[in-house]
């Protein structure tokens, strides 16, 4: 499997930074934002993949959609992770954001707790 071979290209920049920034916020925006900010927000990620089939911050950080990159993929394979990219391409554009709303509404409205900051 020569995909699982190349590692994918990325250049550190602000958008870099700022990309990641926003993939942890987003893990952890279940607990630390109100469901009615944070519901809108995965909202918004997931339009942009439905109008636009790719991540917008990708391009500004070069990271090229092609050959199932993505940026988790490339944050994972530095870990040391390996696994079948365009699986992870599918989940990650169109099933992690409907988890993460649902562990949201679960969390705040079902078991009545507050986020942490918002």
């Avoid at 490339?74 to 993460?100: A, D, M, P």
């Amino acid at each position: 499997m020569k995909d699982k071979q190349t590692s994918i290209p990325t250049t550190f920049n602000f958008m870099f930074w700022l990309h990641l920034f926003l993939t942890v916020i987003s893990w952890f925006g279940p607990f630390l934002f109100s469901w009615y900010l944070i519901i809108p927000a995965y909202c918004i990620v997931l339009l942009q993949f439905v109008f636009f089939g790719r991540c917008l911050m990708n391009e500004g950080h070069a990271i090229d959609d092609s050959g199932d990159h993505t940026f988790y993929g490339f944050i994972l394979e530095k870990l040391g992770f390996r696994f079948n990219r365009k699986k992870l391409k599918v989940f990650v554009r169109r099933e992690i954001y409907f988890i993460f709303t649902t562990i949201t509404l679960i969390w705040q409205l079902w078991l009545g707790n507050a986020p942490l900051l918002f």
